[in-house]
């Protein structure tokens, strides 16, 4: 079964750190982008960052940039470093991939396959 995990979701103080982990199963993520969102409540769904597995482009929101880092350690799992978290950050944060992506973060609807998602509370 073709799958995404995301875990290491927390409750964190403002300033404090988090590593999110992606993980595919049933699959590899050569010739994907795979992309972080998060939704917080009563909010839209946002595009935070990707990397695009062919040749590690990475790309920000500008609202991260400079806290966050993309990363892809190996076929099969992608991190996202969170540092210097702000209340702002707290939300649910979902992986997604998009086979042959071009590493978008302006839309979701290019990403067909949507990991369950995990919680991210940063207290002030």
């Known amino acids: 079964e073709v799958q995404l995990q995301a875990y290491g979701g927390g409750l964190v103080e403002a300033g404090g750190y988090l590593r999110l982990s992606c993980v595919a199963s049933?699959?590899?993520?050569?010739?994907?982008?795979i992309g972080w969102f998060r939704q917080a409540p009563g909010k839209e769904r946002e595009g935070v960052s990707c990397?695009?597995?062919?040749?590690?482009?990475t790309n920000y929101a500008h609202s991260v940039k400079g806290r966050f880092t993309v990363s892809k350690d190996n076929a099969n799992t992608v991190f996202l470093q969170m540092n210097s978290l702000k209340p702002e950050d707290t939300a649910v944060y979902y992986c997604?991939?998009?086979?042959?992506?071009?590493?978008?973060?302006?839309?979701?609807?290019?990403?067909?396959?949507w990991g369950q998602g995990t919680q991210v509370t940063v207290s002030s």
């Open positions: 990397i695009k597995s062919s040749d590690g482009t």
């Open positions: 997604a991939a998009e086979e042959y992506g071009s590493c978008t973060i302006r839309t979701s609807f290019l990403y067909d396959l």
């Open positions: 049933g699959f590899t993520f050569d010739d994907y982008a």
